[in-house]
């Protein structure tokens, strides 16, 4: 059996709880998606974890730049201010792709998810009703997704390993105070 | 030269890229149908696959060959019978390639990223193989092409977008401004273009687009551009000595302070900034059509356009074209897949998100090893190569470089 058929052989088993088809879709989808959000964010903490340092580093010099930018403008110092705005503007470039990491360790299973969706449900429309529109899979799941991402930000801190990190992450940014980084 | 003038003259470059683009796409949708053969046997139902893609699999010949159709064949990307199937551990390295540049260079990795679609993953040569057989298969498909580029390359807007908010530092009526245009641009050249790009026209204008890349790369590496940036570093370094003391001001949120169709004025840390919203309108418009045309991010684009043109502080900038970028892509995406049909290798994406987060792991503990000058060298020779190869490629039929 390959991995594919395995995979569809357990989150099928999500879609038949109730018996009822329009109800364990919904209900199915929307398991799928915050199996998507969990394996996410515990990967995200898993980057994060590691590049730490490197990412207060970025932060910090970007944080520090355009204060420093604001004042020049404050002061009406011209010259300054330019100077300092291109080098926040280089900075910024660096926390702005390092970001693409840390988006891509957060999105990467709802990718998979869509993929194992489409063998399945692929072709099938859901009115809406009162409209005679219909959406697809992708937006069922991205609706279910949504809310298994807000589901899950108020249960987390409950969570055995995601309370630690959520309180590391407190810390981190009371300390770091002009932080960008909010996971 | 006044700020007026820069500014026309920037969207004046900006709107005429723009209109040769278009131009170019519907001189292509007029060529199509060369290769009609009136003889040929179709395949005559969508093998499943659903809206526009199925339906230009029932038109495709059927057969074994290049640019036939096999029902029979295994699945391979995008779920079509015999096209190639995505090596997921090629696809990751490569990803973790992508990943890399892009926590050590920057804007580079979209390029690589297209490059691993269109090239290493060897959608490339298998969507050209249609352009004669079946045009509208070959179009649609370089639809999907630039639909995954921008997956790949927007995701990174989203985080971004969602921590400003939390931050309060998104200027809004600027972002909404920038964000109406954007989403204008972005809807526009999926509608218009969608469909009518055949895949050697989009691979001629990626190759240019790579071009300008490595030319501002190249300019950055010239002793002229490393003394523009060594003097704005030193006299960032020397006004820092000077304020020191005053480092730890009161973060206070951004106040609209005068609405106007032609001025709006917003005050932050005390400072009164103004911008033209009909400006950041048509700037939104401009820079969403190329990304969404190249299927590209847009970042690149929209952060000098308004920190130099506009004129605006980074810290005002950073998060208004997060969001413009995020706004720009989600619509550049929808209409793609809604309107235009564009078909979607979710699994694919997937893959290459896992490869992205590895090579951001590895790329701030090695970049440590390479100077940054010689890195930026090293990118623009790739960038020469890789953009003569598809510019040839595309537009005359054949690399005139190896690849």
Same mark, same amino acid.
């Given at each position: 059996?390959?991995?594919?058929?395995?995979?569809?052989?357990?989150?099928?088993?999500?879609?038949?709880?109730?018996?009822?088809?329009?109800?364990?879709?919904?209900?199915?989808?929307?398991?799928?998606?915050?199996?998507?959000?969990?394996?996410?964010?515990?990967?995200?903490?898993?980057?994060?974890?590691?590049?730490?340092?490197?990412?207060?580093?970025?932060?910090?010099?970007?944080?520090?730049?355009?204060?420093?930018?604001?004042?020049?403008?404050?002061?009406?110092?011209?010259?300054?201010?330019?100077?300092?705005?291109?080098?926040?503007?280089?900075?910024?470039?660096?926390?702005?792709?390092?970001?693409?990491?840390?988006?891509?360790?957060?999105?990467?299973?709802?990718?998979?998810?869509?993929?194992?969706?489409?063998?399945?449900?692929?072709?099938?429309?859901?009115?809406?009703?009162?409209?005679?529109?219909?959406?697809?899979?992708?937006?069922?799941?991205?609706?279910?997704?949504?809310?298994?991402?807000?589901?899950?930000?108020?249960?987390?801190?409950?969570?055995?390993?995601?309370?630690?990190?959520?309180?590391?992450?407190?810390?981190?940014?009371?300390?770091?105070?002009?932080?960008?980084?909010?996971? | 030269?006044?700020?007026?003038?820069?500014?026309?003259?920037?969207?004046?470059?900006?709107?005429?890229?723009?209109?040769?683009?278009?131009?170019?796409?519907?001189?292509?949708?007029?060529?199509?149908?060369?290769?009609?053969?009136?003889?040929?046997?179709?395949?005559?139902?969508?093998?499943?696959?659903?809206?526009?893609?199925?339906?230009?699999?029932?038109?495709?010949?059927?057969?074994?060959?290049?640019? #036939?159709?096999?029902?029979?064949?295994?699945?391979?990307?995008?779920?079509?019978?015999?096209?190639?199937?995505?090596?997921?551990?090629?696809?990751?390295?490569?990803?973790?390639?992508?990943?890399?540049?892009?926590?050590?260079?920057?804007?580079?990795?979209?390029?690589?990223?297209?490059?691993?679609?269109?090239? =290493?993953?060897?959608?490339?040569?298998?969507?050209?193989?249609?352009?004669?057989?079946?045009? #509208?298969?070959?179009?649609?498909?370089?639809?999907?092409?630039?639909?995954?580029?921008?997956?790949?390359?927007?995701?990174?807007?989203?985080?971004?977008?969602?921590?400003?908010?939390?931050?309060?530092?998104?200027?809004?009526?600027?972002?909404?401004?920038?964000?109406?245009?954007?989403?204008?641009?972005?809807?526009?050249?999926?509608?218009?273009?969608?469909?009518?790009?055949?895949?050697?026209?989009? #691979?001629?204008?990626?190759?240019?687009?790579?071009? =300008?890349?490595?030319?501002?790369?190249?300019?950055?590496?010239?002793?002229?551009?490393?003394?523009?940036?060594?003097?704005?570093?030193?006299?960032?370094?020397?006004?820092?000595?000077?304020?020191?003391?005053?480092?730890?001001?009161?973060?206070?949120?951004?106040?609209?302070?005068?609405?106007?169709?032609?001025?709006?004025?917003?005050?932050?840390?005390?400072?009164?900034?103004?911008?033209?919203?009909?400006?950041?309108?048509?700037?939104?418009?401009?820079?969403?059509?190329?990304?969404?045309?190249?299927?590209?991010?847009?970042?690149?684009?929209?952060?000098?356009?308004?920190?130099?043109?506009?004129?605006?502080?980074?810290?005002?900038?950073?998060?208004?074209?997060?969001?413009?970028?995020?706004?720009?892509?989600?619509?550049?995406?929808?209409?793609?897949?809604?309107?235009?049909?564009?078909?979607?290798?979710?699994?694919?994406?997937?893959?290459?998100?896992?490869? =992205?987060?590895?090579?951001?792991?590895?790329?701030?503990?090695?970049?440590?090893?390479?100077?940054?000058?010689?890195?930026?060298?090293?990118?623009?020779?790739?960038?020469?190569?890789?953009?003569?190869?598809?510019?040839?490629?595309?537009?005359?039929?054949?690399?005139?470089?190896?690849?």
């Amino acid at each position: 059996m390959g991995l594919w058929e395995l995979v569809d052989k357990f989150l099928i088993i999500f879609y038949r709880i109730s018996g009822h088809p329009v109800f364990d879709y919904f209900l199915g989808t929307f398991l799928v998606a915050l199996m998507a959000v969990v394996i996410g964010e515990f990967t995200i903490s898993v980057v994060f974890l590691v590049n730490k340092n490197h990412l207060d580093r970025l932060n910090t010099r970007l944080a520090d730049l355009q204060q420093l930018t604001m004042a020049a403008l404050k002061l009406g110092d011209k010259k300054s201010y330019d100077a300092c705005n291109k080098e926040a503007n280089d900075a910024f470039g660096r926390v702005f792709f390092n970001m693409f990491g840390l988006s891509a360790a957060a999105l990467w299973p709802a990718f998979f998810a869509l993929a194992w969706m489409q063998q399945r449900f692929a072709g099938i429309d859901f009115p809406i009703p009162f409209t005679g529109l219909a959406v697809n899979y992708v937006f069922t799941f991205l609706i279910c997704y949504i809310l298994a991402r807000v589901f899950f930000g108020r249960v987390k801190n409950r969570l055995p390993y995601f309370r630690g990190i959520h309180q590391m992450l407190m810390a981190y940014e009371e300390n770091s105070g002009k932080s960008q980084v909010v996971l | 030269m006044k700020k007026g003038i820069i500014n026309k003259i920037a969207l004046a470059t900006l709107l005429l890229m723009l209109a040769v683009l278009v131009l170019g796409a519907s001189g292509v949708g007029a060529q199509q149908e060369t290769g009609k053969n009136a003889q040929v046997q179709v395949v005559g139902s969508d093998l499943g696959l659903k809206g526009k893609l199925g339906k230009a699999i029932a038109k495709a010949p059927v057969g074994t060959g290049k640019g #036939q159709i096999d029902p029979n064949a295994p699945r391979g990307a995008f779920g079509i019978p015999g096209a190639p199937k995505i090596n997921y551990l090629v696809a990751i390295l490569w990803a973790i390639w992508v990943g890399w540049i892009f926590s050590t260079v920057g804007a580079f990795g979209g390029i690589m990223a297209g490059v691993g679609h269109m090239t =290493v993953y060897g959608l490339g040569d298998y969507i050209k193989t249609f352009k004669k057989t079946a045009p #509208q298969l070959n179009k649609l498909l370089t639809d999907s092409i630039r639909t995954s580029n921008q997956w790949l390359v927007g995701l990174s807007s989203l985080l971004s977008t969602v921590n400003y908010l939390r931050a309060k530092r998104l200027a809004w009526p600027l972002g909404l401004a920038l964000g109406l245009g954007s989403i204008a641009g972005a809807v526009a050249i999926p509608a218009l273009t969608g469909g009518k790009v055949s895949f050697s026209q989009y #691979q001629g204008w990626f190759g240019l687009f790579v071009f =300008v890349v490595g030319g501002v790369l190249l300019y950055e590496t010239t002793p002229r551009g490393q003394a523009s940036k060594k003097a704005a570093k030193e006299a960032a370094r020397a006004f820092e000595q000077s304020i020191k003391e005053k480092k730890d001001e009161a973060i206070q949120g951004i106040t609209v302070t005068q609405w106007g169709l032609t001025n709006i004025k917003f005050s932050f840390l005390g400072v009164e900034f103004r911008f033209n919203p009909i400006w950041a309108f048509i700037g939104g418009v401009v820079i969403a059509a190329i990304s969404a045309f190249l299927g590209v991010g847009g970042g690149f684009l929209y952060v000098p356009y308004l920190t130099s043109i506009v004129g605006l502080p980074m810290f005002v900038v950073a998060g208004t074209s997060a969001m413009a970028v995020l706004v720009s892509m989600l619509t550049s995406i929808t209409t793609y897949i809604t309107v235009a049909g564009a078909a979607m290798d979710w699994g694919m994406i997937g893959v290459e998100l896992i490869g =992205v987060f590895i090579g951001s792991m590895i790329g701030p503990r090695t970049q440590k090893y390479i100077p940054d000058i010689w890195l930026k060298r090293l990118f623009v020779v790739l960038a020469l190569y890789v953009g003569l190869g598809y510019f040839s490629k595309g537009f005359f039929g054949k690399a005139w470089v190896p690849m």
